[in-house]
C-alpha cells in the first residue's frame, strides 16, 4: 500500500499570535489537503521574526513532506517570508515580468499609482517555481529542497484558497501520486458524544480495518465522519456509503443530514419540501433563532419574520400571552412558550411557529428557577408541542444550545409531506 505523505502548516504573522485575527487558512488547507490523502501532522504559528520562521521551517522539515506557509507576502517591511525564503534557499531575488504585468494590470485597473513597493512584489526568488495569485498581487513561491515541497502563499484567505484551488492542489496530487482517500460525514443531534459512541458501539467495533471514524461535537450536535482509505479494492466511496443504512438504523431520527449541511439548512430544506412557512417567538435568545434560520440562503421562501418579545409586556400585546399564564407559570414557562408559539403563528399568519424563553444569565435565576432554564415551543394547526430544557453553560452557550434545540423541535415536530 502507497504511503500517505505527511504535512505541515505553518501560519505566519504576529496578529495571529496576538488573537487579533483568526486562523482560518489552516482548517481550509487541513481539510483539503484531506480529500487528497495527505495527512497533516502538525500545525504551527510563528511571529514576523526571521529567526523564528526559519526554525519552524527547519524542524517541519525533519517530519513533513510538503511544507505549506501562509502569510508575511505583503509590500510592507513586517512582510519578510520571501526574504527568509531567499536566504533559506541560498537564492537571490529576481523580477517575475509575468507577475509584474499581472500587479501592474491590477492598479491600472482601479486607475491607482503604483508604488515601488508594489513593483517588489513581483520580485521572487530564483529558485523557486511562481504560484499565480489571480485575486491579488503577491504571488506564491513553490520550492523543493532534499525531497521536501515546501509552498508559501499570501495569508489572506481568499487569495490563499484560489492559489490551492487552481494551482498547489492539483500539483500535490501529481506531485505525491496520492492514493484514494474518501470522507462521508453524518450529521447528528440530541446524543451527546459519549451517549452516541455508546449507541454505536457495535457498529464501529465492525468498521473495516481500512475505514475509521472520529466524532467532531459541537454546539449541541455531533458530525461523524467516515475516512476510508485505498486498500487495493475497487468503488472505496460506495464501500464507506454501503455502512451507513445500518448507522441511520441505530440513530433513526438523531441523524439531520449527510454531508456538511448545518442544521439550520436542514430544517429549510424540509420546510421547502412541505412548503410551509415559519416564524420566530423569541425572548432569551433575542433573535438568534431567527438569524441562524435567515442565514440560509433562499430562506426567504419559508422564513417569514420573528418577533423579539424580551418584556413581558410585549409578550402579551404581541404575541398574547395571558396575564393569569405569565402570573401563575412565570414568563419562563412551558405555558408562557407554547402561548408565544400560538400567539406569534396568528400574528404573522405562519404555518408554523417556534418559541423560547428562559434565564440566559449570568444573574436572574432562582431556586426554582436557576440559570440555564430554558422553555421551548413549537405551534401549527393541528399541534403545539413544549419542552422545559437545562443549560448552565454561560450565557452565549446557553443562547446557541438553545437555537439548536429550537431548530431540532422544529425539525421533530413538522407534519409529514402530503
Known amino acids: 500500500m502507497q504511503q500517505v505523505p505527511n504535512a505541515e502548516i505553518i501560519t505566519i504573522g504576529d496578529e495571529l499570535l496576538y488573537g ?56 510592507t517591511k513586517d512582510d519578510l517570508t520571501k526574504h527568509v525564503l531567499t536566504e533559506y534557499f541560498r537564492s537571490e531575488l529576481v523580477l517575475h515580468e ?28 530564483r529558485v523557486c517555481e511562481v504560484v499565480p495569485n489571480p485575486m491579488g ?20 484567505p481568499f487569495e490563499m484558497k484560489r492559489m490551492m ?30 451517549f452516541l459512541a455508546q449507541q454505536i458501539a457495535d457498529w464501529e467495533d465492525a468498521l473495516p480495518p481500512n475505514v475509521k471514524l472520529a466524532y467532531l461535537p459541537s454546539l449541541g450536535t455531533v458530525r461523524l465522519r467516515l475516512t476510508g482509505t485505498d486498500d487495493g479494492q475497487p468503488d472505496l466511496r460506495g464501500r464507506v456509503l454501503a455502512l451507513l443504512p445500518a448507522l441511520r438504523e441505530q440513530l433513526g431520527t438523531h441523524i439531520f443530514a449527510e454531508g456538511e449541511v448545518k442544521l439550520e439548512e436542514a430544517v429549510g430544506q424540509l420546510l421547502r419540501e412541505r412548503g410551509l412557512t415559519v416564524g420566530t ?7 438568534y433563532i431567527a ?3 435567515s442565514s440560509v440562503p433562499g430562506s426567504s421562501a419559508y422564513f417569514q419574520g420573528s418577533i ?65 432554564t430554558i422553555c421551548i415551543a413549537y405551534a401549527d394547526a393541528h399541534q403545539t408541542v413544549s419542552r422545559q430544557l437545562s443549560f448552565d453553560r454561560g450565557r ?7 437555537s439548536t434545540a429550537v431548530l431540532n423541535l422544529l425539525r421533530l415536530s413538522l407534519p409529514p409531506i402530503v
Open 20 to 75: 487579533q485575527v483568526i486562523d482560518t487558512n489552516s482548517a481550509f488547507m487541513g481539510q483539503e489537503l484531506g480529500k487528497l490523502g495527505i495527512r497533516v501532522r502538525q500545525i504551527s504559528s510563528v511571529s514576523d521574526r526571521g529567526a523564528e520562521i526559519v526554525q519552524a521551517l527547519d524542524a517541519a522539515r525533519e517530519r513533513a513532506d510538503v511544507i505549506l506557509l501562509t502569510g508575511g507576502l505583503g509590500p
Open 98 to 125: 509575468p507577475t509584474l504585468q499581472h500587479v501592474e494590470a491590477i492598479f491600472a485597473r482601479y486607475n491607482r499609482p503604483m508604488l515601488d513597493v508594489n513593483r517588489q512584489q513581483a520580485y521572487v526568488p
Open 137 to 156: 498581487t503577491a504571488p506564491g513561491m513553490w520550492f523543493e529542497d532534499r525531497g521536501t515541497v515546501f509552498v508559501s502563499m499570501p495569508g489572506v
Open 165 to 194: 484551488t487552481d494551482t498547489v492542489l492539483p500539483r500535490l496530487q501529481e506531485h505525491f501520486h496520492t492514493a484514494p482517500i474518501e470522507h462521508v460525514v453524518v450529521q447528528t443531534v440530541g446524543l451527546g458524544e459519549s
Open 281 to 287: 417567538a423569541e425572548s432569551c435568545t433575542g433573535g
Open 291 to 293: 438569524q441562524r434560520i
Open 308 to 372: 423579539v418579545a424580551y418584556h413581558n409586556d410585549i409578550k402579551m400585546k404581541e404575541l398574547g400571552v395571558k396575564p393569569e399564564t405569565l402570573e401563575a407559570y412565570g414568563a419562563v414557562s412551558e405555558a408562557t412558550a407554547r402561548e408565544m408559539a400560538e400567539g406569534l403563528r396568528q400574528h404573522l399568519g405562519v404555518d408554523v411557529a417556534v418559541a423560547a424563553s428562559g434565564i440566559a444569565g449570568p444573574g436572574g435565576g432562582t431556586p426554582e428557577k436557576p440559570v440555564g
Open 396 to 402: 452565549q452557550l446557553n443562547i446557541e444550545y438553545t
